[in-house]
Structure formats: C-alpha cells, structure tokens
C-alpha cells in the first residue's frame, strides 16, 4: 500500500490521465469545477497533511467550488511534487519572516515526522501518568509549520490560479463535445427507430398484399 501511494500501477502519468478524466467527466458548470480545482491545488501547497481532503472541500465549499472537484485535485501534492513544494515554502517562508539559515528537506520531512510522533504521545499521556512535552512541538510550530503556512500562501495562489483558468476552457469543451456526441447518438437512436417502424410498416402491406393474392387466387 505505501509503495502503491508512491507509485502507482501504471506510473503517475497514468494516475494524472485518469485525474484529469475524472475532473473533465463531472457534471457541473466549468466555473464551478473549476473553483474546485483551484482549492484543491491551493491546498496542497499547505503543511495541513493528514487533512488537504478536508481542507479542499471546506475551500472549495466557501468558493462555491465543486467540492468532488477539490478532492481530486489535491492530486497536485504527490510524492513527486511534495518536495518541491515543501522546500520552497518553507525557504519562501524562512525569507518572508526573517528567519535566518536554511533547511534540507531531509530535515523538514524529518521534523514533520518528530511533531506527529509528539503530539501522539502527548495524546496518550492524557490517559496515562507520562509527562507532556510542548517545547519541540513549539520550536516546529516556528521554524518549520509557520513559514511552511505563510511560504505556500503565495506560489499556492499562483499556480492555483494557473490551474483554474486552464481548466474552464478545457472542461467547456469537453463537456461540449460530449452534449454533441450525446445529440448525435439520439438522433441516430430516433432515426434507426423511424426506420424500424417504416419497415414494421412495409412489412405489414406486404402481408396484407399476399393474404388478398391469396383470397384472390382461392376465388
């Protein structure tokens, strides 16, 4: 399952191709699947791991957004691309606070990690007699979450937006050419039934022809 999440069957090219099938294939107005799409990415430029698919839909849900929309596209932060969002918020967000020196992305991951295992265990210490520690979950909260949140705001929004503007054309048209397949399979539904009712039709006359031959030639 972990390698699944890394790697999909058939590679990430595939998994994108089918995203992007999805998201033409939803049936709602561009503009609004569009919003949907814009939340989704913009949050995967956020350090709320764990919890983009109940962030893109809350964004999407204050945008008027397609939600089913969002959730597909937190597809955008993927094992490929986490990194390099991840590095660059937190640089971005190092540079916007004034917080000197920068960090390996091993060392963020690393910290992201160190937090979660923190706060799990400041969880248990709730029903046991250990002692909490909120220091280091302090120093992550400072150094890693914050610039992370205020490093992604920007690049998030632009991207975003990149995203949203490409995805109403696309979406249009897609839904466009499916009303007009859809149009010409009725049709050629309604002209396939009008030719069965017309040889229903002769078929009838042609019986009723040889049944008065067949009187005729009996009299």
Known sequence: MI????????GWGRAATYITHRLR????????????????????????????????????????????AALLATFAGNPLTTPFIAY??????????????????????????????ELWSNF??????????????????????LPYLVGGIAPGILVSLIFYYASIPIVRGYQKLRLTKLK??????????????EAAKAEAVRNEAELLASKSGAE
Request: proline residues 5%; charged residues 20%.
């Open 3 to 10: 390698w699944e999440f890394i790697w999909p069957r058939g």
């Open 25 to 68: 294939r939803l049936p709602d107005e561009p503009h609004r699947i569009a919003r949907g799409i814009f939340a989704g990415v913009f949050v995967s430029f956020t350090p709320f791991f764990g919890f983009h698919f109940i962030a893109a839909a809350l964004v999407a849900f204050v945008m008027r957004g397609n939600i089913l």
């Open 88 to 117: 660059t918020s937190v640089e971005l967000g190092h540079w916007m606070l004034g917080i000197p020196g920068g960090m390996p992305l091993s060392a963020i991951f690393s910290a992201f990690s160190d937090a979660g295992w």
């Open 124 to 145: 248990k210490a709730i029903f046991n007699e250990d002692v909490t520690h909120w220091g280091r979950l302090s120093a992550f909260f400072h150094t890693i979450f």
């Open 184 to 197: 010409e399979r009725i049709e050629k539904m309604r002209e396939a039934k009008h030719a069965r009712a």
